[in-house]
C-alpha cells in the first residue's frame, strides 16, 4: 500500500524515497490534518501564483542535485513501471544503493514540483492533500 495525494493534482508518494511533506521544499509548509481521535492524518498544500518563484527555485534545486542524469532518468523511466534500486545503480553506473535513494528523492521531488507549477500556471492556485 502507498500513500496518495489529490485534488488539483493527483499522484502517489515514492515509496523508500519521498516522504509525504515533501511539497515543503516549493514554499509552502504542509498544514498537518488531524482526524477526530486525534491522529494526524493527512497533510494539506495551497500554492498561488505568490508562490511562482518559489516552486520554479525548488525546481532549479532539484535540477541542480540531479545534473546530468536526468535524461538518464527519464529514458529508464520511460521503458519501465516499476524499479528496484540496484536496477537504477546499474543502469546508471552509480557506486551505491544509498547513492541512488538520494538521486530519486530528488527525481521524485521534481515531478512533484512541475506538477504543481503546472496546475499554478494553468488555473492560478493548487490545492492537494497527501496521505500520512
Not at 499522484?11 to 498544514?31: I, L, T, Y
Not at 551505491?96 to 538520494?102: F, G, L, Q, R, Y
Request: charged content about 30%.
Amino acid at each position: 500500500m502507498g500513500r496518495f495525494y489529490y485534488g488539483d493534482i493527483e499522484g502517489k508518494f515514492w515509496f523508500g524515497v519521498q516522504d509525504s511533506f515533501d511539497a515543503d521544499n516549493f514554499g509552502v509548509e504542509g498544514e498537518v490534518i488531524v482526524d477526530e481521535d486525534g491522529e494526524m492524518r493527512m497533510v494539506a498544500y495551497n500554492f498561488t501564483k505568490d508562490h511562482l518563484h518559489l516552486i520554479e527555485g525548488g525546481i532549479f534545486d532539484c535540477e541542480e542535485e540531479i545534473g546530468g542524469q536526468l535524461e538518464l532518468l527519464d529514458k529508464f523511466f520511460s521503458e519501465k513501471d516499476g524499479y528496484t534500486y540496484l536496477e537504477v545503480k546499474e543502469f546508471l553506473g552509480m557506486d551505491s544503493v544509498e547513492d541512488v535513494k538520494e538521486l530519486l528523492g530528488y527525481y521524485s521531488r521534481l515531478h512533484l514540483g512541475r506538477k504543481i507549477l503546472a496546475c499554478v500556471k494553468e488555473s492560478g492556485s493548487c490545492s492537494f492533500e497527501g496521505e500520512l
